[in-house]
Structures are given as structure tokens and as C-alpha cells.
């Protein structure tokens, strides 16, 4: 079983986590999205997350030694680059393989339209959970009419996060 933590908004924790869990269990894996934030950060860092999503860190600020315990065993992270750098400074010791999404033009994902669907561009080639290479493109992702949470950050980390689990058909 497979631990996948997400740091966001608190408003939009319970969305990000159901629409990960609904696309990436149907799989033959079972993954457990676990929401990270300031009430259950000192319980969970002893958790092996195989990947951390951080959309938001406005939840833990002054958490960043408890975040970085979290990082020490996590194979990925995937961040939003558009984050402000100061709050950034705490991964730069991780050893995780980061990718990054965001507005960004260095992002390793940022979106080159956010109209009816959104169209996100993959930047530089990503190396998946299944060891598998993501080489750049452009993919389409369907909202099938969903508005989610009025932010293309947490549309951007969820098809991130499904992109490196494997995920070439993302519909939210």
C-alpha cells in the first residue's frame, strides 16, 4: 500500500483527497491519501509517504522541521513552484526526487491553457513510480463540468500526483 500525503488549503483538503483516491484506486494498487496539516503533522512523521503533493503551505508555517522528517523516507514531492521561495528554503537538504508544477515557466508541469479543460504542458521528462519515462508533451485534462475549488494549483498537483502513478487518461 502505497501512502500519498497532501498539503493544501484546509478548505480544499477533502477534494484534493477524494478525486486522488477515486482515479488512483481503481488500480490494482491501493493507495491511501492521508491530508497533512498543522493538527496532525507531529502524529503522522513517522509515516512512510511514498509521495508528498504540497499545494499550499499557508496550513504549516513554522512546521517545516516536521515536514522535513516527513520528506526524509518520501520518494517524490511534487510542489507547487509558484509557492512563495522563502517558504521553500526547508527542501533544499531532501534527497526526493521534486517535481514541480506552477505557472512557473521552470516548472517541470505548468498549464498552457486553463479554458473549458485544462491543457498541461510536461516540461522535462519525468521518470513514474512504475519507472516508466513521461517524456514532454501536452495532455488534456477533462473536468467533465467540475469546478474545482476555483484553483488551477490544486487541478495542476492532482494531475501531477496521477500522472506519476500512471494515469495517462485524467478526468476529474
Keep these: 500500500m502505497a501512502f500519498i500525503g497532501v498539503?493544501?488549503?484546509s478548505k480544499n483538503e477533502m477534494q484534493i483527497k477524494?478525486?486522488?483516491s477515486k482515479n488512483l484506486n481503481s488500480e490494482n494498487k491501493e493507495h491511501t491519501v492521508i491530508t497533512?496539516?498543522?493538527?496532525?503533522?507531529?502524529?503522522?512523521?513517522n509515516i512512510r509517504f511514498e509521495t508528498i503533493l504540497v499545494i499550499s503551505l499557508e496550513e504549516l508555517s513554522k512546521k517545516y522541521s516536521a515536514i522535513n522528517e516527513i520528506l526524509?523516507?518520501?520518494?517524490?514531492l511534487v510542489i507547487n513552484s509558484d509557492i512563495d521561495e522563502n517558504n521553500l528554503e526547508f527542501i533544499n537538504n531532501t534527497k526526493v526526487n521534486a517535481i514541480t508544477f506552477?505557472?512557473?515557466?521552470k516548472a517541470t508541469i505548468t498549464a498552457s491553457s486553463v479554458e473549458d479543460n485544462l491543457m498541461l504542458c510536461i516540461q522535462r521528462k519525468i521518470i513514474d513510480v512504475n519507472r516508466n519515462i513521461l517524456e514532454p508533451q501536452e495532455i488534456e485534462i477533462k473536468n467533465n463540468g467540475?469546478?474545482?475549488?476555483?484553483?488551477?494549483h490544486n487541478a495542476m498537483g492532482i494531475a501531477s500526483i496521477l500522472l506519476i502513478y500512471g494515469k495517462k487518461e485524467i478526468i476529474f
Excluded at 72 to 76: D, I, L
Excluded at 102 to 105: E, S
Excluded at 146 to 152: A, M, R
Design 146 to 152: 467540475k469546478k474545482l475549488s476555483n484553483s488551477s
Design 7 to 9: 498539503i493544501a488549503e
Design 72 to 76: 526524509k523516507n518520501a520518494k517524490y
Design 36 to 45: 497533512i496539516n498543522s493538527k496532525s503533522i507531529d502524529n503522522i512523521k
Design 102 to 105: 506552477g505557472f512557473n515557466q
Design 18 to 20: 477524494k478525486i486522488i
